[in-house]
Structure formats: structure tokens, C-alpha cells
């Protein structure tokens, strides 16, 4: 296990990167890297294999850590808990982090369980999306254009963990999904099409999910093979995209 680095100026390099990835949401596209907060997200990456460039603790935190978490190859970095309250874009600050390297662009699954994102441009609503596709074993994940950032703190912190299991691909291209994808594509609609319950979900299946205003552009409904909604019987006027 390596020794810590103690870090105490406000302005040192590292800190000024932590301040900007935990506090801006596309900040991660051009470091290449993102920040991840807290102790179940942090070890959700850990039990996923996923080993963090650098893991940043709080110094009372450091204190009385054990296992895991405490264990993490990579550099270690120790700040006084005031400044980590500074980096933390959360309001109770959990006092330990990583660093974690974005992961390698990914190609089209042709064949994998598949979540198709067209602008949901609410951050809580993609991170429960990503959170729901994993549970049901869905294993890919495609964002257009106009979608939240997928690895922006506030996503992260709503999917729970669940980047660490899925194939993500942001910034899909429609053409090479029309093309790429092996399976049949649903659309899914508030009214429209085939009730969920009565719908072939078994093989391979992408299911499209739409803007929390305007749903699914044209264009992504043209490329469905079947439209689907979720019957609801009571007064509801619709339910939330997430």
C-alpha cells in the first residue's frame, strides 16, 4: 500500500482539476477523466474492477479508513477536510473521492440489450434511466446529441454505480444505429402504439426514450419497429421519462 501525498494549498494543480470535474458537467470530456464521490460510488467502481487514477480523502476521514477503500492502487492524495468541502459539489460532503479515466470509446453492440436516450435532458432522469437498465439487464446505453452529459457528477451520483456495469456510448450517430443495431427497436410513447405488458421484449431489443417534453423526434420513431406505452389507469396525466 503507497503513502499518501498531504496536500494543504487551496491552488495546488490537482485541486483546481477536482474543483472544475466535481463542479462542471462536461468538464470531463476534455480532461479525459471524471470525479466520483462517496463511499458507495466509490466502491461500486472498486467491486467493478475499476481502479481510480487518484483517490482523495478527507484527513479525518483518512483517519479511520480500512479495506477497500483505503487500499486503492494509484496515487493517494490527503487534504484537510475544509478543502475538501471546497472540491465536494455536494452539500454534505462525503470526504473521499477518485479520479477515475474515462473509459475507452466504445463501439455498437449489435446484439446487446439496449437503452437509446434522445435528448432526456434532465441529469436525474438519465442517471435513474442508466440505474433501471442496469437492474433489468440491459447492457448498453446510447446518448444523441442533446442528451445530459453521461458522466457528469450530477448523472453519476443518480445512476448509483451503474456506469460501472453498462456499455456507454455518448454522442451516438443515427445513421450508424439504423444501420448497426442487429435487433428491433421500440419507441416508447405517453399513449401511443402497443401496451408494454403485450409487447415481444424477448431477443435482441433497443427501447428509445424521448425528450421529458417533446418525446422522440421523428426521425428516431421512424426508425422503430414497434411503438409501446405503459397503460395508465388512473388520473395521472403521464409518468416521468426516468
Known amino acids: ?12 494543480a490537482l485541486l483546481k482539476e477536482l474543483r472544475k470535474l ?13 470525479w466520483v464521490e462517496g463511499d458507495h460510488l ?15 480523502y478527507g484527513e479525518s476521514f483518512w483517519a479511520q479508513v480500512q479495506g477497500p477503500l483505503a487500499d486503492v492502487a494509484g496515487k493517494k492524495v490527503v487534504v484537510p477536510d475544509a478543502l475538501f468541502r471546497d472540491i465536494s459539489g455536494l452539500e454534505s460532503p462525503a470526504s473521499v ?5 474515462l473509459p475507452a470509446e466504445q463501439s455498437l453492440d449489435a446484439h446487446a440489450a439496449t437503452v437509446i436516450l434522445d435528448r432526456v435532458q434532465d441529469a436525474g432522469n438519465v442517471g435513474s434511466i442508466l440505474r433501471s437498465a442496469g437492474a433489468f439487464g440491459f447492457r448498453q446505453v446510447l446518448a444523441l446529441k442533446g442528451t445530459a452529459a453521461l458522466w457528469s457528477p450530477k448523472v453519476l451520483r443518480a445512476g448509483m454505480g451503474a456506469h460501472f456495469a453498462l456499455r456507454i456510448i455518448e454522442g451516438a450517430d443515427l445513421q450508424a444505429l439504423a444501420s448497426g443495431y ?25 427501447l428509445l426514450f424521448g425528450n421529458e417534453g417533446a418525446g422522440l423526434t421523428a426521425a428516431m420513431t421512424g426508425l ?6 405503459i397503460p395508465m389507469p388512473g388520473k395521472t396525466e403521464s409518468l416521468n421519462v426516468g
Open 1 to 12: 500500500m503507497t503513502d499518501p501525498v498531504f496536500v494543504s494549498s487551496r491552488d495546488n
Open 97 to 101: 473521492g477518485f479520479v477515475l479515466d
Open 22 to 34: 466535481s463542479q462542471d458537467n462536461t468538464a470531463y470530456r476534455k480532461a479525459g477523466r471524471f
Open 42 to 56: 466509490c466502491r461500486a467502481a472498486l467491486e467493478r474492477g475499476v481502479q481510480p487514477a487518484v483517490a482523495v
Open 182 to 206: 442487429a435487433g428491433r427497436i421500440l419507441a416508447t410513447s405517453v399513449k401511443e402504439g402497443t401496451a408494454v405488458f403485450d409487447a415481444d421484449l424477448t431477443g435482441d431489443v433497443a
Open 224 to 229: 422503430a419497429h414497434q411503438t409501446v406505452h
